[in-house]
């Protein structure tokens, strides 16, 4: 019996972990893609959950501009990212600079 129970902490456990990341995910939005005066094109990813790190919210909009890139054939290159917002503090903005070649 002490078996099963342990077994089933530790599904419950990874369900919980599961979950988390879920909503994490779901909090990280992004525009569309905007051509800038420079030629570049930009797009903004942004976490509405101040605790979501600057890496998964910088992730989130890299793949969106290489998704948009690979739907014209072309392939991303990243021209600059800006970074706005304290982690755990304030929301946390990307701006994602970037052609397609």
């Given at each position: 019996m002490n078996l099963h129970?342990?077994?089933?902490r530790v599904a419950m456990?990874?369900?919980?972990?599961?979950?988390s990341i879920g909503?994490?995910?779901?909090?990280?939005?992004?525009?569309?893609?905007?051509?800038r005066q420079d030629g570049?094109?930009?797009l903004m990813s942004r976490?509405?959950?101040?605790?979501t790190s600057w890496n998964h919210v910088r992730t989130v909009g890299t793949k969106r501009a290489a998704a948009y890139c690979?739907?014209?054939?072309?392939?991303?290159?990243?021209?600059?990212?800006h970074t706005e917002g304290v982690w755990g503090v304030t929301d946390q903005m990307i701006?994602?600079?970037f052609d397609c070649y």
């Open positions: 129970a342990s077994l089933w456990r990874r369900s919980a972990y599961l979950a909503v994490l995910s779901a909090c990280t939005t992004v525009s569309s893609v905007d051509s570049h094109l930009t976490a509405r959950w101040s605790f690979k739907d014209q054939g072309r392939q991303l290159h990243v021209v600059a990212v701006e994602v600079v």
